[in-house]
C-alpha cells in the first residue's frame, strides 16, 4: 500500500514539476468547471434574455462585457457557453472512448478477419478531415448539443482504434494472457478483465488530451453554423454572431474566441502534464 | 518490392471504395428529397417526379450508386441542384482558389515547422527551446478561425494594411493576390506549424540520442554536420508522415479560412452544399479529399519502404 502511495506522490509531483504554466492551465480548467455549474448565480441574466432598447451597448455596469446584436448580455452568454463546451467535450470524449475502446479491444484480440475489417474502416475514416467528416455527420445527425456530441464522438474514435489496437497487439503475446486462454477463461473475460485494465493509463491520457481537441471542433462546428444552433449560447457560434460587428464591437467575437483559446490549451497542456506523470514513454506518441 | 506495392495500392483501393460507399449511403440517409428540396415546396409532383427520374432517384440503391460512380470514373461528376450546373464544372472553377491558399500554406508550415523543431531539439532546455515550446502549445490550441477574425482586426480594420475579405488569382494580379491572401495562408499555417515543429522536435531528440550521434561527435564530426547530414536526416522519414497528415488539415482548415474570408472555393462549396442537401457535390468533393489523402498516404508508404527495407516488412 505504501509503494503505491509513493507511486501517486511521485505522479502528482512530476504532474507540477512542469511550474507556474500546468498551475495556470490546471486553475482555468477548475474556473471553467465552477463557472459551467454555477453559471445561473453568477449573472442575473439568462442566456436568451433579449433587451432590444439596449442593442451592441457598450460595457458598462448594467451589461459587464455589453451586449450583442439582440440585446443579450455578452457574459451571461459567455457564462452559459463554458456549459455548452464542457458538457460537449466530456460527452463526446466518452463516447469516443467507450466506443473506439471496445473496437480497439476486439479488433486487437481477434486480429484475424474482423481485425482487418476494424482497422481499415478506420483507415478510410482517417482519409477524410476530422471538419469534413464533422460537417457531413452532423447534417444527419441535426445541431442538438447531443447530436454534436455524437458527431464529435465518432470524429476522434479513430485515435483510441489505434492506440488500444496497438496495445491488445502487444499484450496478447503475455504470458498471463496465454495463462487465462489454458485454463480456459472466456475471451469478454480475458478482453474486460486483463486486457483493458492494462490500457487504463494510455486511456486516461488519451482522454483528457481529447478534450482540449473536442472543444476545437465543437466550437469550429459551432462557428460554421453546423454545430450547436441558435439561440444556445456555444462560443464558436457567438464568434460568428459577432464577426458582422468587428468594426464597431470587436470584443463581441474576440472575446469568445479567446475563451476557446484558453480552455483548448489548458486541456492540452494539463493533458500532456497528465501523460508525463502517468506515462513519460508516450510522450512523442501521443 | 512488387508484393509490397501491390498490397499497398489494393488497400489504397479499398479505402476510396469504402469512403464513396460512406459518403453515397449518408447523403441518401439524410431526411427529406433532394428533387423536391431543389425545385421548392410549390412545384407540382409532376415536376418533381421528372427531376426524380432524371437524377435516376427513382433507381434501386445499388443502381444509383453504380451510376454515380461509373460516372466518377468516366469524369462525369452530375448535376448540382442548387447551381444547376455540372458538379465538375464547378469543382474545376474553385478549386485553384482552395490550392493557391492551401499550397503556400503547406509550404510555409513545413520549412518553419522544420526549422523551429531543429532549432528546439539542438537547443534542448534552453531558453529559446522552452520559448519556442511554448508557443508551438499556443499554435496547436488556437482555433483558426480566432486567429483569422483577430488578424482581420489588427491588420484589416487597425493598421488597415491588408483588404478585409476577397481574392485575388496570382495569375491575375499576383501583388493584390498576395495582399488577399497573406491572412488565410497565416491562419491556415499556424496551427500546422506547431505540430511539424512539436513533432520534428521529439524526433530528433529521439535521433540525437542515438548511438551513431555519439560514434560521429567522438570521431569529432563538425556539430552543423552532425545535424544536418546525420540528425536530420534520419528525423526525415516521420516528418514526412506528419506532412502527408498536414495535407488532410489544410482541407479541414480552408472550411474555416474561406469562410471568413469569403473565398469562395472547395471549402465553402462543400459548406453551402451540405446545408443545402445537394448530395452530388457532397459526394464527389467527399471522395476527391479521401483520394488526394490516400494518395498522399500512398506515396508516404511507398517512399517509406524504398527507403527502409524494414518497413517493407513488417508493414506489408
Known sequence: MKKKNDRLNQAIRVFFSRGIIVKISFAIIVLLILVAIFAPVLTQYTETEQHLNDKLAKPSKTYLLGTDNLGRDLLTRLLYGARISLEASVLSSLIAACVGIMFGLVAGYYSGWIGSVIMRLTDAQLSMPPLVLCMVLAALLGGGVVGVCIVIGITIMPGYIRMIYGQVLALRENDFIVASKLVGQSSWKILLFHLLPNCFPTIIVMFTMNLGTAIMLESSLSFLGIGIKAPTPAWGSMVSEGYNYLVMRPYLSIIPGLCVMLVVIAFNIVGDAVRDAIDPRLRGKL | ?316
Not at chain 2, 528546439?120 to 519556442?132: E, H, P
Not at chain 2, 502527408?244 to 452544399?273: C, T
Open chain 2, 1 to 316: 518490392m512488387v508484393r509490397f506495392i501491390i498490397r499497398r495500392i489494393l488497400i489504397s483501393f479499398l479505402i476510396v471504395f469504402l469512403v464513396s460507399v460512406f459518403s453515397f449511403s449518408l447523403m441518401h440517409l439524410l431526411p427529406g428529397d433532394p428533387a423536391r428540396i431543389a425545385l421548392g415546396q410549390d412545384a407540382s409532383q409532376e415536376d418533381v417526379d421528372a427531376l426524380r427520374a432524371k437524377m435516376n432517384l427513382d433507381k434501386p440503391i445499388i443502381t444509383q450508386y453504380y451510376l454515380w460512380i461509373s460516372g466518377m470514373l468516366r469524369g462525369d461528376f452530375g448535376d448540382s441542384i442548387v447551381y444547376n450546373r455540372p458538379v465538375r464544372d464547378i469543382i474545376v472553377q474553385r478549386l485553384p482558389k482552395t490550392v493557391s491558399i492551401g499550397v503556400p500554406a503547406l509550404i510555409i508550415s513545413v520549412v518553419l515547422g522544420i526549422v523551429f523543431g531543429v532549432v528546439c531539439a539542438v537547443k534542448r532546455g534552453k531558453a529559446i527551446d522552452q520559448i519556442l515550446t511554448f508557443i508551438t502549445t499556443l499554435g496547436i490550441g488556437t482555433p483558426q478561425f480566432w486567429i483569422g477574425i483577430l488578424g482581420i482586426y489588427l491588420f484589416a480594420i487597425k493598421l488597415r494594411w491588408l483588404p478585409i475579405q476577397g481574392y485575388v488569382a496570382p495569375s491575375e494580379n499576383f501583388f493584390e493576390y498576395s495582399k488577399h491572401a497573406a491572412l488565410p495562408v497565416f491562419a491556415l499555417s499556424i496551427s500546422m506549424i506547431a505540430s511539424i515543429a512539436r513533432q520534428t522536435r521529439s524526433n530528433m531528440l529521439d535521433v540525437i540520442n542515438q548511438d551513431f550521434i555519439r560514434t560521429a561527435k567522438a570521431n569529432g564530426v563538425v556539430n552543423s554536420s552532425i545535424i544536418f547530414k546525420h540528425a536530420l536526416r534520419n528525423t526525415l522519414i516521420p516528418i514526412i508522415t506528419i506532412v502527408a497528415m498536414q495535407v488532410r488539415n489544410v482541407i479541414g482548415g480552408s472550411l474555416i479560412v474561406e469562410n471568413i474570408f469569403n473565398i469562395a472555393g472547395i471549402g465553402a462549396l462543400l459548406n453551402v452544399a451540405v446545408n443545402n442537401r445537394d448530395y452530388l457535390i457532397v459526394q464527389s468533393c467527399v471522395l476527391i479529399i479521401s483520394l488526394v489523402t490516400v494518395v498522399c498516404n500512398f506515396a508516404v508508404d511507398i517512399l517509406y519502404g524504398v527507403i527502409n527495407p524494414q518497413i517493407r516488412m513488417t508493414r506489408g
